[in-house]
């Protein structure tokens, strides 16, 4: 198969998920133009364009939050399946990053470590392309299917200890607020979900390294028949990387340094369900908080580090990204 494409198994797992809710699972997958022997084998690959139709046809429903509780481990096919059979969730979920791809590239969220003067926190970090965060049902899935994932591997009981979501307030936000029962940020640049850091040495009760060697094999015997370029999103993050401390990161210029037009850049960032201002901004905020914490560099430097051409810019987006400055951040962590 050419093109971009997903895990089958997320696929079967989201219409699962959806019929148990009342949706009619056949009907969709005919108007998504989904070709039902791609469902019948979970190691399969489905087009991405069908994939998001699926979403967009579900997002009519309205049942995102409640698709995504049921997804979590299952949802992820064989690489959740192996991920319950490593030593602690720590190990887990460095596994998933470096084979995230399997499932599709930039899924999977960017892993950061946060400490703060409220506490030490690994947090799933994502940047949402617009058009899809419009439908917001594919957002909250997204969330509710993390909680749901870490609760899978970490235990019954699992809580986030923040939730921020790259979504306008609705009217009556009281239905995702209490299915996350922790504070919940709206009008995020990034999708964000926080758990205190300790649960990465949480021991694995199913722990088997033979049987996760056997699992790790087979993905990444798949993860090697992936085209080499299957990721864009990837390829403009290590762009952005080498760029940052030379100025503003430009589409243009990650373009050209990647043999490829403006225009199809950007298509293709879309197709990989981001864009390259998201990725920016996901990159400035994680190369932000390292750098805030050595106390050798002003916030005025870590400005000109992240590719500001001034301070003011750094210290609105750092609000907006935190909701506090950053020499308020510096302050809490020194009293912590």
């Not at 969220?109 to 058009?131: I, T």
């Not at 021991?203 to 080499?228: C, I, K, N, V, W």
Request: glycine share 8%; aromatic share 6%.
């Amino acid at each position: 198969m050419t093109g971009p494409s997903v895990l089958a198994a997320m696929t079967v797992q989201v219409l699962a998920a959806a019929e148990r809710l009342g949706a009619d699972a056949a009907a969709i997958v005919r108007e998504a133009g989904i070709d039902p022997s791609a469902l019948t084998d979970p190691d399969a690959r489905v087009p991405l364009g069908p994939h998001l139709k699926m979403w967009e046809i579900l997002s009519r429903r309205g049942d995102g939050l409640q698709i995504g509780a049921r997804l979590g481990i299952a949802g992820l096919g064989v690489i959740g399946y192996a991920m319950q059979h490593e030593a602690t969730v720590g190990d887990a979920l460095a596994w998933q990053q470096r084979v995230g791809a399997v499932l599709y590239p930039g899924l999977v969220p960017q892993l950061e470590r946060r400490r703060d003067a409220a506490g030490d926190y690994v947090v799933f970090v994502r940047a949402m392309v617009p058009a899809f965060a419009q439908l917001r049902e594919p957002v909250l899935a997204q969330a509710a299917s993390i909680v749901t994932m870490m609760g899978g591997i970490a235990g019954a009981g699992t809580r986030a200890a923040f939730v921020a979501l790259p979504l306008s307030r609705p009217a009556e936000p009281r239905e995702v607020e209490a299915h996350f029962a922790c504070p919940v940020a709206w009008d995020a640049p990034l999708l964000q979900i926080g758990f205190a850091a300790e649960i990465l040495e949480v021991p694995l009760p199913r722990a088997d390294p033979q049987l996760f060697g056997y699992l790790a094999r087979r993905t990444e015997s798949m993860l090697a028949q992936l085209p080499a370029d299957a990721s864009w999103a990837d390829r403009v993050r290590r762009e952005i990387g080498a760029a940052l401390a030379e100025g503003e990161p430009r589409l243009q210029a990650v373009a050209k340094r990647l043999g490829v037009s403006e225009r199809t850049l950007h298509r293709r960032l879309l197709d990989e369900q981001t864009n390259f201002a998201g990725l920016v901004e996901e990159a400035r905020h994680a190369r932000a908080v390292h750098l805030l914490a050595d106390r050798s560099l002003s916030a005025s430097e870590v400005a000109v580090l992240l590719g500001y051409a001034e301070p003011a810019p750094f210290f609105r987006a750092f609000k907006r990204w935190t909701g506090e400055t950053p020499q308020g951040w510096r302050r809490r962590g020194e009293a912590g």
